[in-house]
């Protein structure tokens, strides 16, 4: 009876640790404008500040981005990468806009520049991890992606749980750098 009372609870504390998971908010928007068959490379903005901000500069939420753009085949490119990637964290609850959006995985198909945009507005909690790429040609935002109520304060720094934010705002964005698939069957 103690086993089974015991293998009852684990089995609950798991599903319950599971359900936590999912319960935060993972969206993305993109820009009509975007060429998203066309990035190879990549490179991060550099943002300064007087005083050290873990919003603009966290070494492991970079390094996990890094990870994902590396394994979609995107290179570092610190000369005149195709994308600039930014991303900040947001420790207060905050109203944003996104967009109503067909999945950005059947726009690419016709790539169609015309269609509308469709405003939506989120409210956000604290602790949300944004991410932006913009397009250095064209000068503009091309893809965000957010994940909310994620992280409790400035201080938080649960290399596990950051990366799992990361991840789980880049299966938003499925998209491998041009060639990649090319380059790989020739190795």
């Not at 609950?12 to 009509?32: F, G, T």
């Not at 943002?47 to 994902?68: F, G, K, L």
């Amino acid at each position: 009876m103690k086993l089974s009372t015991s293998l009852f609870a684990l089995l609950a504390l798991a599903l319950a640790s599971c359900m936590n998971y999912n319960e935060y908010l993972v969206e993305s928007d993109y820009s009509y404008q975007g060429k998203f068959k066309n990035y190879r490379s990549y490179k991060f903005i550099n943002q300064i500040s007087a005083v050290p901000d873990s919003s603009i500069y966290n070494p492991i939420i970079e390094d996990a981005i890094a990870y994902r753009m590396k394994l979609q085949g995107y290179r570092m490119d610190d000369s005149k990468p195709n994308l600039l990637v930014s991303y900040k964290i947001f420790f207060n609850d905050l109203e944003f806009r996104g967009y109503n959006q067909p999945k950005i995985e059947y726009w690419v198909k016709t790539e169609n520049d015309e269609e509308a945009y469709d405003p939506i507005e989120y409210d956000l909690k604290r602790g949300t991890l944004l991410i932006l790429f913009f397009d250095r040609k064209r000068e503009k935002v091309v893809w965000q992606g957010y994940a909310s109520g994620v992280f409790g304060n400035k201080y938080f720094d649960n290399n596990r749980y950051l990366k799992r934010a990361v991840r789980s705002i880049f299966d938003q964005y499925q998209f491998l750098a041009e060639g990649f698939m090319v380059e790989r069957k020739g190795n």
